[in-house]
C-alpha cells in the first residue's frame, strides 16, 4: 500500500504558475502510474494529467494541454504537476492517485487504487 502525500498548492493569480507535488510512502513508487485530478466545488472529480511508470508516456486533458506538465522522480518517489496561465475555473482541490501497471493509462478515478488528501489551488481574477 501506498500513501501520497501532496503539497504546493495555494493562491495565484490569473495567468500565474504553480507547482504541486505529491510525496509517495509506503509502496514501491516506480511500479505505478500516477495520474492528477482536480475537484471544483459541486463538481465532479476531473482527471487532469497521467504518467506512466517510468516517466516516458505522458496524457493530459485537453483542457490543459499546453498549459500543465506532470513528470516523475522515481529516486525521490515524487510525483510533480507544473501548471501554468493558470485561469480563474481551474481553482480546485488537487489529488494525486496512483494504479498499479495494467499496462495503459487511464483517465478512469475507479482504476486508481490510492489518493492523496488533496491540496488547495486558488486562482484568484
Known amino acids: 500500500q501506498v500513501h501520497l502525500v501532496e503539497s504546493g498548492g495555494g493562491l495565484v493569480q490569473a495567468g500565474g504558475s504553480l507547482r504541486l507535488s505529491c510525496t509517495a510512502s509506503?509502496?514501491?513508487?516506480?511500479?505505478?502510474?500516477m495520474g492528477w485530478f482536480r475537484q471544483a466545488p459541486g463538481k465532479e472529480r476531473e482527471f487532469v494529467a497521467a504518467?506512466?511508470?517510468?516517466?516516458?508516456?505522458?496524457y493530459y486533458a485537453d483542457s490543459v494541454k499546453g498549459r500543465f506538465a506532470v513528470f516523475r522522480d522515481n529516486a525521490k518517489s515524487t510525483l510533480y504537476l507544473h501548471m501554468s496561465s493558470l485561469k480563474p475555473e481551474e481553482t480546485s482541490v488537487y489529488y494525486c492517485?496512483?494504479?498499479?501497471?495494467?499496462?495503459?493509462?487511464?483517465?478512469?478515478?475507479?482504476?486508481?487504487?490510492?489518493w492523496g488528501q488533496g491540496t488547495q489551488v486558488t486562482v484568484s481574477s
Open positions: 492517485a496512483a494504479r498499479p501497471d495494467r499496462g495503459s493509462e487511464s483517465r478512469d478515478t475507479r482504476s486508481y487504487d490510492y
Open positions: 509506503g509502496g514501491s513508487f516506480s511500479s505505478y502510474w
Open positions: 504518467i506512466s511508470r517510468t516517466g516516458g508516456s505522458r
